[in-house]
Nanobody, 124 residues
Framework: QVQLVESGGGLGQAGGSLRLSCAASGDTSMAYGRGWFRRAPGKDREFVAAIGWSGRYTDYTDSVKGRFNISRDNAKNTVYLQMNSLKSDDTAVYYC?????????????????WGQGTQVTVSS
């Protein structure tokens, strides 16, 4: 089993920055591909960003390209989401996810393990 714990959420200002972290524990040898998803109030969960095992390959949803950056530190079993130029539309609960395969996927079904989520609220 793999456990994921997100941190770093909270209140941010429009135009400002926040950094989310997702620490993995347990049998982390099974968790390779990692992703971030979010669920805004009244909306379905959506893909935000993903990163492969090596960190070389990443993918982002169009609305965050150029503003968000996903990275990972495999020695710490931790993935980060640096969120810059925040917008009110970024307000959501952000979920970290992990998958068995090494690549990148935007599909939530590809991920086997999920964190509990961390709230991000952007004030204008």
């Amino acid at each position: 089993q793999v456990q994921l714990v997100e941190s770093g959420g909270g209140l941010g200002q429009a135009g400002g920055s926040l950094r989310l972290s997702c620490a993995a524990s347990g049998d982390t040898s099974m968790a390779y591909g990692r992703g971030w998803f979010r669920r805004a109030p009244g909306k379905d969960r959506e893909f935000v960003a993903a990163i492969g095992w090596s960190g070389r390959y990443t993918d982002y949803t169009d609305s965050v390209k150029g503003r968000f950056n996903i990275s990972r530190d495999n020695a710490k079993n931790t993935v980060y989401l640096q969120m810059n130029s925040l917008k009110s539309d970024d307000t959501a609960v952000y979920y970290c996810a992990a998958a068995r395969y090494e690549g990148v996927s935007i599909m939530s079904d590809a991920y086997e393990w999920w964190g509990q989520g961390t709230q991000v609220t952007v004030s204008s």
